[in-house]
């Protein structure tokens, strides 16, 4: 036994002589300009042990005694490499000020793997909107920032990417909307509300383009935009917008249903102030906008106020935590549809239009633990009110949401990261217009691995399981499973600059509570049908692309260029129908749609000459195919034919009934911006086609519908401009005119887009 024991003796000594040999590397790292701390930055050694900086910039690495070479780097910052020679048992102290890289021109965006990665290395497509894009533009809502992303079109409040849904009042969105990660569809409709993002507050906006189910769940069948807001810097920000806008009347006079001097006009103010109070960050936002509408009884109130704070755990190394609150405040007039064409094209259909009053509420609990290893472990939780109150005192409706998420991620050795998590969301709705009490339950499951082969090669894999709950009243349980969803990819970089991407992605959509209760008029003589056998829809996008970057003189962009190919099967839409002699809309399920189409995309920034420029522009072509309507599509001879006779036309196509409803099958936008002096001048277009085939009896039943799309068959081509002119650092002064040609245009049949916008805008930072 003494002999055991004295072996175990000399083994654990053993083990502390070993440990003994070891040193500590550490240090705090910060932005070279700003001194700011930055969190995530690797620092790795030849033999590939490694770690990140965490909430505080600090790093601290174990190493044996020796030489080593330390490699120091982050996205957009150049990086660095230092030769150290540590002794056994020493502790070594290295703080590094890194230097932002303006050699590049990295966007680094998060949505595509949930952390931290360039642009150019994702293997699928995504579109990045910056700040300027938003303040220059005097977007009022987020709404109006994503009708410069190419491929994307909002129409009536509706986000569509790459033709993957077309216009369906009252059904829920196949777009994810998420504000710092954390989903916004509403619980009952599950449509982005676009006034309630706190866009005073946005970083940056980010879009993904087709299927995201395997990582973001039931909305994202589409795609994702994922609004990220900022925390306060080092120093203290503050920045206020006040604007004052005024429509011009009609080109047509017939169309101005006010008197000649009290044209609509609009107002409003943002605020937004961040700030570090020690080891406290806040960030708070505001926004008031009151419009007179260009729409008879369309006319909007609103007020919102959000709050973000965060604290980093002074005692945890790596812990912080806090709450997000946002709240909103909203009194409008709801139109569908037109009267007429003419005189009555910014008038309401007798009966189809209803004064509104909304609040709005969100609280989102957060707790984040970053290890020095790399190790992150996450909770992010919401609860979602939204509430319409018919009268300021009495609720029409009621929707509570309850959102809670657990992530786990870890950066292993050789490039291999692994993201994995739980979600369960609790929804309880009542509503006058399905005038019962139904919740749902929705729990989920994903995770996803992505490894990097000798920094030219990115593979990914992931997958997703998802169960729902839907009960109505008390004496009804419907259950829905998801078959597991998968996607997969690949980035590969062919040469500098040159990136090769593939990706697989599946996506599942379930039905929203209204797509399958709601039961209401819109006027007197048409009403919405509910459908509770509404099935959920499911499909796939596969795609391939290449982004190629580019050097005009100091001037850095990148060209993209992606092939894409979108499959659906019980794809819902909303169509026009008619039941007991009563004509209406009801969300039905079609067997089987097919979208394909190619997008031509150029961003960039920098300077051409002393100028500064600033570029998005793009073009995206798809060819959305019924395969239900016409079944010999499903040959992939005869869909191809189609979809380059369509290239030239769709006549015969509509009338076969080859295509699905309510799509713009071309869409493309450029923005160009550039600094003369003291002058920041701006201009935009967007082109978009003819809505080929609408409902037949929609087009009858709509006075003046079939006439005006008679009248107006071709694309419509809208052109924005703006001058801004900088009174000092701190203060600017901006013109926007929107519409600038006072296009009378209509985007869906039976409502007319705004005529020409003329806006003042004043923004102080301080």
Do not use: C
Not at 61 to 67: C, F, N, R, S, Y
Not at 222 to 236: F, L, M, Q, S
Not at 273 to 290: C, E, M, P, T, Y
Not at 396 to 417: E, G, V
């Amino acid at each position: 036994m003494k002999r055991y024991f004295s072996i175990i003796l000399v083994f654990l000594a053993g083990i502390n002589l070993l440990n003994a040999q070891d040193a500590i590397f550490k240090g705090t790292i910060k932005d070279s300009k700003s001194s700011e701390t930055l969190v995530g930055v690797n620092i790795v050694s030849e033999d590939k042990t490694g770690t990140v900086t965490d909430i505080n910039g600090q790093y601290s690495l174990k190493l044996k005694e020796g030489k080593h070479k330390i490699t120091f780097s982050f996205l957009g910052y150049g990086t660095q490499v230092k030769q150290i020679d540590l002794k056994a048992g020493q502790d070594e102290m290295y703080n590094l000020d890194l230097v932002v890289d303006s050699k590049q021109l990295e966007l680094v965006v998060v949505t595509g793997s949930q952390y931290e990665k360039k642009v150019s290395e994702e293997v699928v497509s995504i579109d990045v909107v910056k700040p300027y894009l938003i303040q220059n533009t005097n977007a009022t809502t987020l709404a109006g920032a994503m009708d410069k992303v190419p491929g994307v079109n909002v129409i009536d409040g509706q986000a569509t990417i790459r033709g993957g849904s077309g216009y369906a009042y009252g059904t829920g969105s196949r777009v994810q909307l998420l504000v710092d990660e954390v989903p916004m569809l509403t619980g009952d409709f599950s449509e982005i509300r676009w006034n309630f993002v706190p866009i005073e507050n946005t970083e940056q906006v980010e879009v993904i383009k087709g299927a995201a189910s395997s990582l973001y769940g039931t909305g994202a069948m589409n795609g994702v935009i994922n609004v990220r807001t900022g925390w306060a810097k080092e120093k203290p920000q503050t920045t206020l917008t006040v604007y004052q806008g005024i429509y011009s009347s009609p080109r047509r006079d017939i169309l101005r249903w006010w008197d000649k001097f009290s044209n609509p006009f609009m107002t409003g103010v943002f605020f937004s102030h961040r700030q570090k109070f020690d080891n406290l960050h806040v960030v708070i936002g505001a926004n008031l906008n009151s419009l007179k509408s260009y729409i008879e009884h369309g006319d909007d109130q609103l007020a919102r106020l959000n709050l973000k704070t965060k604290i980093d755990n002074k005692k945890v190394k790596g812990l912080s935590y806090g709450l997000n609150f946002n709240a909103m405040f909203q009194q409008f007039g709801r139109v569908f549809l037109w009267a007429d064409a003419d005189t009555g094209a910014y008038k309401p259909f007798a009966g189809s239009q209803s004064n509104d009053f909304y609040s709005y509420l969100t609280l989102d609990p957060h707790i984040t633990y970053l290890k020095e290893n790399g190790t992150k472990h996450s909770f992010r939780g919401r609860y979602y009110n939204v509430t319409r109150w018919g009268n300021r005192e009495t609720k029409d409706a009621s929707t509570n949401s309850y959102y809670f998420s657990y992530q786990y991620q870890k950066h292993f050795k050789y490039n291999i990261t692994l993201t994995t998590g739980l979600i369960y969301t609790y929804t309880h709705s009542f509503s006058n217009i399905y005038k019962e009490f139904i919740k749902t339950q929705l729990a989920s499951g994903y995770a996803q691995i992505e490894k990097k082969v000798k920094d030219k090669l990115t593979i990914l894999g992931g997958v997703r399981y998802e169960v729902q709950g839907l009960y109505q009243r008390i004496d009804s349980i419907q259950i829905e499973k998801t078959t597991p969803l998968f996607r997969a990819g690949l980035n590969y970089t062919l040469g500098k600059g040159t990136f090769l991407r593939a990706s697989f992605g599946q996506g599942y959509r379930i039905p929203s509570i209204a797509e399958r209760y709601i039961d209401a008029n819109v006027t007197s003589a048409i009403k919405i049908f509910k459908n509770p056998y509404l099935q959920p829809e499911s499909g796939w996008t596969a795609e391939i692309g290449l982004k190629q970057a580019f050097k005009i003189n100091k001037w850095l962009g990148y060209a993209d260029l992606a092939l894409f190919w979108q499959e659906y099967k019980d794809m819902i839409e909303f169509l026009f129908v008619v039941k007991n002699g009563t004509f209406g809309f009801q969300s039905q399920n079609i067997t089987r749609a097919r979208i394909a189409g190619a997008e031509l995309s150029v961003i960039g920034q920098g300077n051409i000459g002393p100028i500064p420029v600033r570029l998005l522009t793009g073009y995206t072509f798809n060819y959305p195919a019924d395969l239900g309507l016409d079944t010999s599509q499903k040959k992939l001879n005869v869909y191809l034919q189609n979809f380059f006779q369509s290239m030239g036309g769709v006549d015969s196509l509509n009338a076969k009934g080859s295509i699905l409803k309510y799509r713009l099958r071309n869409v493309a936008r450029a923005d160009i911006e550039f600094d003369l002096g003291k002058f920041t001048i701006g201009y935009a277009i967007t082109y978009n086609s003819f809505m080929d085939r609408i409902d037949g009896v929609f087009q009858l039943a709509i006075p003046g519908v079939e006439e005006y799309r008679k009248l107006n068959n071709k694309g419509i081509v809208v052109m924005d401009a703006r001058l801004a002119y900088h009174i000092s650092e701190k203060s600017t002064v901006n013109l926007v005119v929107k519409n600038f040609t006072n296009q009378e245009y209509s985007l869906r049949p039976g409502m007319m887009e705004a005529p020409r916008l003329f806006t003042l805008q004043y923004k102080l930072n301080f």
